[in-house]
């Protein structure tokens, strides 16, 4: 451990440097102006790669954004870990709510600002420099090969194909995955569960042009007052969820595992002076917790219509657009879920309206067993490398891929993330403490050692 932390303290200006420069490129896959950009960091990826230790890398071309592809093969005998992350970052906008701008970090207070610092080139880089630090001191104790995609944050649509098409490539015992968070600095945990998605946009189309409200308001129907009411439709009074059929597949968890999910140290108050709301909203007859780890929730992500620059302009708009996401609890089905939002929209839509909804896109939860080697060795690296246990936690995020790759390699996946909910990844001034980071490329050759030795 000792020779670990001396080569992080001896590099640590020279990774945070290595990290500014991949952040630098605004590589945003929701924008197709985007692309050059894309390719730039998966070449930046590939470059470190071989320059950390790998005997082959290559960027290789998808149906939709490249996958670097890399490896490093010690001994065909020994166990393989397949370490996957994404060079992909979501928009930035809106910009002015940065308090300095998004592609070019800055370190304030002992954190990392900047779009990506977490979410997911942070937590990514951490697994490169781990990898350099291996193969730099002779202690790399298995075989190692490395997925690293852009596409995750518009649901990976060309990953499970390219998965399916290079099944020997990603031949592995394990896949090893920091995206996720943990409780805090001195709570450490390990993320055992995921949502899946079910991401839609829908467009409400009432009169052929827009209208001028004195002459037309009261007289026709207005899109953008007609779809609040139908969003608002959506959830009850007790917050739950009113599409037939959307509860059918929930699993509902035990009393014996709520009460061991209560263990986890939460703070109701300080999660709200965190967010500074004066109270929560949820489901009725579950905990906050549990709202976003073992139950299913409904959120408008934007909704917009009608006229919204600056001034007036009395309109009654033609058209009024919402985006709308469901989470997912394990063994709901997106594609499932998807036709009963579209019916069920369709069927609410009112008359004198018309509708158009479209899948932007989704995946099904995930669960990790902790009773399997690589749980025991995440949790005995965590042990040693924070002082103490991990508490196992599920996430009421998404990563969608993470399932198909079960499906499709027929590999599990260890969600060993060193993110923090005050990360305010997906938002302005996203960030991610030097803590955090370092602390990571401590830990992640511990995984290693151990889990080797958890499959012997």
């Known amino acids: 451990m000792n020779a670990i932390k001396d080569y992080v303290e001896t590099h640590k200006e020279r990774f945070l440097e290595e990290l500014f420069d991949l952040i630098r490129i605004p590589s945003v896959s929701s924008k197709p102006e985007a692309r050059r950009d894309m390719v730039r960091a998966a070449d ?51 910009l002015d709510l940065w308090d ?13 600002y900047a779009r990506g610092a977490d979410d997911d080139k942070g937590q990514l880089f951490m697994h490169l420099k781990a990898f350099e630090m291996m193969n730099a001191t002779g202690t790399l104790p298995c075989n190692v090969k490395f997925m690293i995609e852009g596409e995750e944050e518009i649901g990976s649509p ?39 998605l079910s991401y839609l946009e829908v467009e409400l189309t009432g009169p052929n042009r827009d209208l001028h409200s004195g002459l037309y308001g009261g007289a026709v ?10 969003v608002a439709s959506l959830t009850d009074e007790n917050n ?27 703070s109701l108050e300080e999660y709200k002076k965190a967010l500074n709301i004066d109270e929560v909203v949820g489901e009725s007859g579950y905990t906050t917790s549990e709202r976003t780890g073992i139950r299913p929730s409904l959120d408008v992500n934007g909704i917009w219509s009608g ?59 995930y669960v990790t067993p902790i009773e399997f080697p690589a749980y025991r060795a995440a949790s005995r690296a965590i042990k040693e490398s924070f002082g103490k246990a991990p508490i196992p936690v599920r996430s009421g995020g998404s990563i969608p891929i993470v399932s198909d790759f079960e499906e499709v390699l027929g590999i599990k996946s260890i969600l060993m993330g060193f993110g923090l909910d005050s990360d305010a990844i997906h938002s302005p001034n996203e960030n991610y403490p030097l803590f955090n980071f370092y602390k990571g490329i401590e830990t992640i050759p511990l995984f290693y050692s151990y889990f080797v030795e958890e499959m012997s």
Do not use: W
């Not at 290079?166 to 569960?193: E, F, H, R, W, Y």
């Not at 953008?224 to 009411?229: G, I, P, S, Y």
């Not at 599409?243 to 263990?263: C, H, N, Q, T, W």
């Open 44 to 94: 930046y990826i590939r470059e470190s790669l071989l320059r950390a230790g790998a005997d082959h890398a290559e960027v290789k071309e998808t149906t939709g954004f490249p996958v670097v592809y890399g490896y490093k093969m010690i001994d065909q005998s020994l166990p393989t870990v397949l370490v996957y992350g994404h060079y992909d970052v979501q928009p930035a906008e809106p």
């Open 100 to 112: 300095s701008p998004p592609f070019e970090p800055v370190v304030r207070d002992g954190k990392i």
């Open 158 to 196: 060309s990953l499970k194909q390219f998965c399916k098409e290079n099944k020997q490539l990603l031949k592995a015992d394990i896949i090893l995955i920091s995206d996720t968070t943990m409780i805090a600095q001195d709570i450490p945990s390990i993320t055992v569960g995921l949502r899946g």
């Open 221 to 230: 129907g207005n899109p953008a007052n007609l779809l609040a009411k139908m």
């Open 240 to 266: 739950r969820i009113t599409i037939p059929g959307f509860y059918d597949d929930v699993l509902e968890v035990s009393d014996k595992e709520r009460a061991e999910m209560a263990k986890a140290p939460f």
């Open 307 to 365: 006229y919204t620059g600056e001034g007036a302009k009395t309109i009654l708009p033609s058209k009024a657009y919402a985006k709308i996401s469901m989470r997912l609890v394990p063994n709901q089905d997106s594609g499932k879920i998807d036709q009963l939002f579209i019916r069920h929209l369709e069927q609410i839509a009112p008359a004198g309206t018309k509708i158009k909804i479209r899948s932007l896109h989704g995946g099904q939860g």
